[in-house]
């Protein structure tokens, strides 16, 4: 047995032979169930030295297994569902060697990805696409007359509960494509799921009738063949007799015209390989109910709180313990715990203040509130879109939610944003976490677009702070009376840069910026967290005796047109930075202010430039992206070198 290359992980004796879906394919049955330990052990050898996410791919390792066994992927079409689950699966389509460099900078993604893999069907990362993805795939095939090609679709029921998933339901059951959806149903997404489709499939689960039919009426689909040439006649008339003399409670799926198979437990291999091998042969749309454990298999996951395993970083893996590393002084806080103990502390004085959040409630701090007020902080499931009207609601009734949700998936609720809360000009606080480079997950996580796709938006105010002591400052002014109109916050992921933050509340001036360092020849304008980076950039600009301004804008809109007639009138050399898309962001804002009062200068715009930008460490995103200090530093350099050039010539 020999190391795989750079990662210090020694395979097991089947998994180092399984470099592909066609490999697994020649184990025996009776291996399966050994392989499962061995796939199960390297994702936990790995993991815990590289860091990942972690308890929803050992959650689903004999799923993975069985699905490529049964299957012929990459022709057939897998397609998961967010996609953290799917480690299993890169590694036995061929990507064990390079596993360890999983959500390393130009490493391989934490997601599947299309142009990462074949075996990538669908790219991913945020929930509840993989129904309606399959379905596009499984009526593509239809049209192009491939009936042999199967098109799985794996979906936890924490995404079950987005409206997409249901709207792709709702389409695929009158499609009689040749889909099966496999609803992994663990009771969690990152935190415990809510709602009352959880309780429905906890009342499905354990329904000794229900699951009593459904045996019966598999083993008779189990003996289609000897019924001739009527057998589909027979077996729906038996089915739909069974259902009517014994089953009380209604099937919610096949309601939408799926046929439902299940529950059946997730972590027997051989079991769902047999029970995979004899879907294949049901034409039409198809629902297997599969019972899995998430972190199972590593007893320290299975015993400890799910949520911490769902990506625990670093971690001992004889031990459980989970490796932080303890610095000698006081560090500044994460930016999410500085909202969730600001808002506890702000709504114990406004008895308005509400807060709302889609399925991320560890993720953004609002348990904190959770537990503080549990009548007055809501989870609603992954439903962004949810999220936002339902806010727009409680705002009507002249309440203040404060609605977080990260910068990425409030995408998935931009039309809510306009037509819900904008439209209506409701008081809305949008609390945007992970704004900017959010690291390691990625391109479908990266918050690069909210600046953007906000600032277009009418009688929205859009801010963003510098510092810890702004975040509390622009929260409390957003939650004052005198505000009238829909109000964002976005901050990046990750810590701050205040030990000391939980100053007096102070309120802001709406479209007031403020002049940080004044200086000679050229200004820098920031917005939020960059101003820090601007800051460093700033002192090596001293050591090379350039004494450059610093403008913290702190509103992308209302714009500081005061603060821009200044820098304008005294300043030709003038660069903008800014952690989210250059198109559209502040430095669009200042361009379209310099047009409409006639300046002239000399403009350099720094931020996420027009692409998607993959993952790695926050900074050594910022260095590819052009705006770490040193990129800061040397642009301002070079712009000063211009002019003195100029000057010579």
């Known amino acids: 047995m020999e190391f795989v290359k750079g990662s210090g992980v020694i395979p097991g004796e089947l998994l180092a032979k399984i470099n592909s879906p066609a490999d697994l394919k020649n184990l025996r049955e009776d291996q399966l169930e050994q392989f499962c330990k061995e796939l199960r052990q390297f994702i936990i050898d790995i993991v815990s030295v590289k860091g990942g996410h972690f308890g929803a791919s050992l959650g689903v390792v004999e799923l993975t297994t069985a699905i490529h066994y049964i299957f012929n992927t ?34 391989i993604s934490g997601f599947p990805k299309r142009s990462e893999s074949e075996y990538d069907s669908f790219g991913v990362g945020h929930s509840s696409t993989s129904i309606g993805a399959a379905l596009g795939m499984a009526v593509a095939s239809k049209y192009n007359n491939l009936k042999d090609k199967h098109h799985i679709a794996v979906i936890g029921d924490g995404a079950m509960t987005a409206g997409m998933a249901f709207e792709a339901l709702n389409h695929a059951g009158v499609e009689n494509a040749n889909l099966l959806v496999v609803l992994n149903d663990n009771c969690m997404s990152i935190d415990p799921n809510v709602g009352a489709l959880k309780e429905y499939l906890t009342d499905i689960t354990v329904s000794p009738t229900y699951n009593k039919v459904k045996d019966e009426v598999w083993k008779l689909l189990g003996k289609i063949s000897k019924f001739g040439p009527n057998a589909q006649e027979i077996a729906s008339k038996m089915e739909n007799a069974i259902k009517t003399s014994l089953l009380k409670q209604s099937n919610l799926f096949e309601s939408l015209k799926f046929r439902y198979f299940g529950p059946v437990d997730g972590h027997d291999v051989v079991r769902l390989t047999k029970v995979l091998h004899d879907l294949k042969d049901i034409p039409g749309p198809k629902l297997l109910h599969i019972l899995t454990q998430k972190g199972k298999g590593y007893q320290f996951s299975e015993e400890g709180n799910p949520t911490v395993w769902h990506s625990p970083g670093l971690f001992n893996k004889d031990t459980g313990e989970i490796i932080k590393v303890v610095p000698k002084e006081p560090q500044p806080p994460k930016y999410q715990d500085v909202f969730g103990h600001t808002i506890v502390e702000l709504a114990e004085k406004n008895k308005k203040i509400m807060g709302i959040t889609p399925a991320m409630p560890s993720g953004c701090s609002l348990n904190i509130m959770m537990k503080a007020m549990p009548d007055r902080a809501f989870d609603v499931g992954i439903a962004e879109q949810h999220a936002v009207t339902f806010s727009a609601g409680l705002a009507t009734q002249g309440l203040v939610p404060f609605c977080n949700i990260y910068s990425s998936f409030m995408q998935r609720a931009y039309d809510q944003v306009v037509h819900d809360v904008a439209l209506q000009n409701l008081k809305v606080v949008f609390c945007l976490d992970r704004g900017g480079l959010a690291g390691a997950d990625g391109p479908t996580h990266h918050g690069a677009f909210d600046i953007s796709y906000f600032r277009c938006i009418p009688n929205m105010i859009v801010s963003a702070p510098m510092n810890e002591e702004e975040l509390r400052n622009l929260m409390y002014t957003a939650q004052l009376d005198e505000i009238k109109s829909p109000f964002s916050i976005r901050y990046p992921r990750g810590n701050g840069v205040m030990v000391n933050w939980k100053t007096p509340f102070a309120k802001l ?27 460093k950039a700033l002192e090596q600009l001293e050591e090379q005796g350039i004494h450059a301004a610093h403008y913290d804008m702190r509103f992308a809109k209302p714009i500081d047109e005061q603060l821009l007639h200044e820098v304008f009138s005294r300043y030709k050399k003038i660069i903008t930075v800014e952690d989210g ?45 052009g705006f770490s200090p040193k990129q800061i530093y040397q642009t301002a350099f070079d712009l000063l070198k211009e002019k003195k050039d100029s000057m010579v010539s």
């Open 509 to 535: 001036e709406i479209g007031k910026g403020r002049k940080i360092k004044d200086g000679k020849e050229i200004a820098i304008l920031s917005l939020g967290h960059p101003g820090n980076l601007v800051a």
């Open 581 to 625: 898309s250059i198109i559209g962001g502040i430095g669009s804002a200042v361009l379209e202010f310099m047009a409409d009062n006639n300046y002239s200068a000399q403009v350099k715009r720094l931020g996420i430039p027009d692409n998607f930008i993959e993952h790695g460490e926050q900074n050594e995103l910022y260095e590819e992206c």
């Open 74 to 107: 990459p022709y057939d079409q897998l397609v998961w569902d967010v996609g953290h689950q799917a480690y299993g699966h890169k590694i036995i389509t061929g990507r064990r060697d390079e596993f360890h460099t999983n959500r390393v900078y130009k490493g």
